[in-house]
């Protein structure tokens, strides 16, 4: 809110700009859910832990939400200011292709009516897919592309000004915030579904 | 030395299988010069993209039963419970399917490349590519057959196909690279690189995945 409301006009873009405050966080979270289905994949397949499980296929309809928010900002964004909603460089395609990932990953898993036997399978793709997130990532920087590299890293002082990048960062935390919720909500589901034939469920209901 | 003729057996014995994914890829590099005008400027510019993703989509029919009929005669559960090596076995399986689609779509390119480019030396380095392309191809799209074993390969292939695509990217940066003269060994290298870690680590995956769908 304060990012769409407050912060003063880009004296290039005017106020286009504001869509950094949803494009930003939703493309930093759509790498980062997949991130996290990695390693709740790793430890399914490693420690057997069933939430973990659970958690990764609770993930997946989100992150692929998240990601078309990523693209669908990115593209309303880039009419005014690249001149074109749509443009085949790396990092845009790289994350058509993640987005495309998480649809695979969902309807994978919704193929199998055996859910331990979908969840292995789900794990074993999802951590070979993982090969595209540093992809993503670098993108910027490997091919020259329309697609402005990182404003923020940790390790060099940022190139955004502070008026801006203080909302920025609230959005992207709030945004956190926000996902983590639906995550938990999503999960909760999840175990309640799975586990709705179990009799400690049963007594908790 | 058995497994490797016994392999070949079977897959010589699938016609379908393994002249089918030829056959397609002759088909789409015949087409492609009568969908764009004969100039032959124009062929050359997109010779190369449409030869890697034709070399994509052969591998990509090749592997589709790869593991079907094994998987319904019991073939595969029997080599799982005796005693030697699954993984390996699957190695030897994607090496045979390598040696009778992948090499003769490699030499094809090699005689496409030629007849088009007229470039010997790049045709040269065609045949390097497009032999490393299609070995890590099939292994990726192995990898997805395994996935959907009984589920109809279609599946496997599409949510496979996207951990193809970094290959393509360094498969076309490596011809421009070729034809402006920058120094194409390191993409050449970061293909073999990439083909030696799939080659180490994909019969492993795929037997775990299919020692999941026999459980």
Redesign the interface.
Known sequence: MWGLFFTPEDFVQGNSYRIIYLHVPASFLSQSLYAAMAIASVIYLVWRVKLAAYLIISIAPIGAIVTFIALFSGSVWGIPTWGTWWQWD?RITSTL??F??YL??I??HA??SNYE?AD??LS??VI??F??IP?IKKSVDWWSTLHQSASITLTDKPSIDPSMLYPLIGSIIGFFGLIICLVILSSYVQILKRESTKSWLKDYV | MTTYYLEYLKLKKKLRSWLGPIIVFILIMVAYPLTVEFLEKDLEKGFYSLLWISILLSMMFSTEDIFLEDFNDGTLEQIIISSSSFPFMIAKKIFIYWIMIGLPISALSFLFSLGITKDLNLSLFVIFLAMISSYIFLNLFVFGSALSLNKGSVLGALITMPIALPVLIVLGKSIIALQFGINYLELLLLLLGCLSIIISTVPFIVSYVIKAHLE
């Open positions: 790396a292709i993640l495309i990932m695979g990953l309807s994978l193929s199998f036997k292995k399978l074993w793709l070979v897919g090969v595209n992809i």
